[in-house]
Structures are given as C-alpha cells and as structure tokens.
C-alpha cells in the first residue's frame, strides 16, 4: 500500500513569493494534517483537513491556507514568504478525524526562503 | 505556551543499556499521549502511545509510563540499539484522540556501540 506522498520534497523560493505543497494522503484516507517542522520549535501543527472541510487550524497567520479536494489530496499554500518560513512541511494522513485511525506521515517537503 | 515539554535536547547511551526520553506537560486535557521515532528526511513514524486509563504500555523494547499526577510521561528503551538514534517526538491529544497532536521539540537520541 502506498503511503503519504509530499511533492515537491524540496523547494526553493524567494522572499515575497508564493508556494503550493501537496499532500496525497493514503487510498482510502479522508482526513489530512498539515505540520511545520523548524529547529527551535518542533513540530507545530498548522491545519486538518476532513472530508474537505477544515477541522482544526492552529496559530499560524492568514498567509498560510490550504485545502482539501473530493479525492482527499490536500494543498497548503503559503503567500508573501518570509525567511521564517523556512522549514520542513509535513502532512499526515488518517482513515477519519483525530489520530487513532492510522495516523501517518509523509517524508515532507523541504522548503528554504532565500 | 509550551504545552508538551521535552526539557533534554539530546541524550547519549552505550549499546545495551537503558534510554530514558522523559516528557512533561501542562494541559490537563491532554488524555491521549504518543511518541514518534524521526530520522533526517523522514517523517515521523508512530512508536508507542498510552491513554490516560493506563499508567503503562508496553511494546517489544518499547515501554512508555504515564504519571498523571505529575503530567509526566517517560519513554524507556531496554536495550537500546545503534539503530534506536533518531529524534523522540513525545505528542499529546484530548478528547481520546480526536484533537489536533501537540508535540513537544523532540530529544536526539544516540546509541554508541
């Protein structure tokens, strides 16, 4: 069985710019979580997705948003990029809301802020 | 607010021995409790999890203890392996498990041979 792809694995984008990430949960999976990952502060989550509808969003400003579509793949999108932004962004997928249905993550997508 | 504390960046055992990965938190909500295993360019993967009805769980080399009195929760690892380095995640949820994970910023654990 597949599991959670994240394209692109790695980016590189300029101060000011925008960015889309993908998220391909596993087949049959309905709910997507997208997290932050920096050094200094872990993993911080930033929004769950379920039946394309958002669950749950953290403390993160209005330049992050995301999706979700009817196959369950999810986009987050961050505008007007900042070097603090810089970071790995991971998605986890599960069978229906909440962690106790097989919640997996992907490998992420690297992404630096020049 | 840090609401899931992992206080030891890093942490050095010998092959053999016993790893301790210790976790505190603060939000007396939390009742469902989580650790993840990291390796560079990986995501996390699940290791073991404990719900508040437990004070412990164990799995194979794996033994996680909760001590709700203390919100505290301990990761313990007998023996520990060279390929046991990676970096520990302790993760909290409430409502059994149906809130968003909290995780702490992780210890980077190393086994020497």
């Known amino acids: 069985k597949a599991g959670v792809t994240q394209t692109p694995r790695y980016l590189i984008k300029t101060r000011g710019q925008q960015v889309t990430l993908s998220c391909s949960p596993i087949?049959?999976?309905?709910?997507v979580s997208w997290y932050q990952q920096t050094p200094g502060q872990g993993l911080q989550f930033l929004f769950e997705?379920?039946?394309?509808?958002?669950?749950n969003k953290g403390n993160f400003p209005g330049r992050f948003s995301g999706r979700q579509f009817s196959n369950s793949r999810s986009e987050m999108n961050v505008s007007t990029l900042e070097l603090g932004d810089s970071a790995l962004y991971l998605c986890?997928?599960?069978?229906?809301?909440?962690?106790?249905?097989?919640?997996?993550f992907g490998s992420g997508t690297r992404l630096t802020v020049v | 607010d840090q609401q899931v504390k992992q206080n030891s960046p890093s942490l050095s055992v010998q092959e053999g021995r016993i790893s301790i990965l210790n976790c505190d938190y603060t939000?007396?909500?939390?009742?469902?409790f989580l650790w993840y295993k990291k390796y560079p360019a990986e995501g996390p993967t699940f290791l073991i999890s404990?719900?508040?009805?437990?004070d412990k769980n164990e799995d194979g080399r794996f033994t996680v203890f909760l001590n709700k009195s203390a919100k505290h929760l301990s990761l313990h690892i007998v023996p520990s392996q060279p390929g046991d380095s990676a970096v520990y995640f302790c993760?909290?949820?409430?409502?059994?498990?149906?809130?968003?994970?909290?995780f702490g910023k992780g210890t980077k654990l190393t086994v020497n041979p």
């Open positions: 986890a997928s599960s069978l229906e809301a909440g962690i106790n249905y097989g919640y997996t």
């Open positions: 087949s049959g999976h309905r709910s």
């Open positions: 997705y379920f039946s394309e509808t958002q669950r």
């Open positions: 939000n007396s909500m939390f009742d469902y």
């Open positions: 404990i719900s508040s009805i437990k």
């Open positions: 993760a909290a949820s409430a409502q059994g498990g149906s809130e968003k994970l909290v």
